[in-house]
């Protein structure tokens, strides 16, 4: 597509459920990023896909968080057992290549905002 | 490691004033130096970038950065701001052969009519 997709826009859950997010990268790019941005803590990295390769998953701020990317396009991020702060925008990025093109522009979707109650 | 500091949580100007946003760095290596603007409700969006040549680098809707190698700054600006250029800047870092883009903490412009 055009630019970096992201679903839901807004999705408002209960404590304890678990939810799904994703993210439609721009055709051809092999990188992919999450971020998180919340109220006081700025933008966070959480994972990062490169094609085929192991993705790195330091960010991840606990074990029910988790992601993955098929095909080397589409990524879930899933978040389970949701806690009040999981609320927050959940931002998806992809480029062209990643390690060895440093000087490529990481492109943002418009983010899918979470608030847990 | 590498960081970024956006020393200002808030610049205020006036509409058609020149605006400023600073944005200093540290890391080991050379920066790839990056501007990206969000809007209220919005995801990021690319401003511009420096990754070599010529420190001044231009970018979308009239903005332009200005690259500091011994000041290790990247400040953002416009010679003449308009109401809508108000949004929160965020100034992000990166170096060679690395993925990870660090951000700053943001500053939040408001231009006044």
């Known amino acids: 597509g055009a630019g970096v997709s992201q679903s839901p826009s807004n999705k408002v859950t209960e404590k304890g459920k678990d939810v799904e997010l994703r993210c439609d990268p721009i055709?051809?790019?092999?990188?992919l990023y999450w971020y998180r941005q919340s109220l006081g803590q700025g933008l966070e990295f959480l994972i990062y896909f490169q094609g085929n390769s192991a993705p790195d998953k330091s960010g991840l701020p606990s074990d029910r968080f988790s992601a993955e990317r098929t095909g080397g396009s589409v990524s879930t991020l899933t978040i389970q057992r949701t806690q009040q702060e999981d609320s927050a925008v959940y931002l998806c990025?992809?480029?062209?290549?990643?390690?060895?093109?440093?000087?490529?522009?990481?492109?943002f979707g418009e983010g899918s905002w979470l608030t847990v109650v | 490691a590498q960081s970024v500091a956006q020393p200002e949580d808030q610049v205020n100007v006036a509409e058609g004033n020149p605006l400023t946003v600073k944005c200093t760095y540290s890391?080991?290596?050379?920066?790839?130096l990056f501007w990206y603007v969000q809007y209220p409700n919005r995801g990021l969006q690319f401003l511009l970038k420096?990754?070599?040549?010529?420190?001044l680098v231009k970018g979308s809707y009239g903005f332009e950065a200005e690259f500091n190698k011994s000041q290790t700054s990247f400040h953002l600006k416009k010679p003449s701001a308009l109401v809508s250029d108000s949004a929160l800047y965020f100034c992000a870092v990166r170096v060679a052969n690395d993925y990870k883009l660090s951000f700053g903490a943001g500053t939040t412009v408001t231009v006044r009519a």
């Open positions: 420096y990754i070599t040549g010529d420190n």
């Open positions: 055709s051809g790019h092999t990188a």
């Open positions: 890391v080991s290596g050379n920066p790839y």
């Open positions: 990025a992809s480029s062209a290549s990643g390690t060895h093109s440093s000087g490529n522009t990481i492109y």
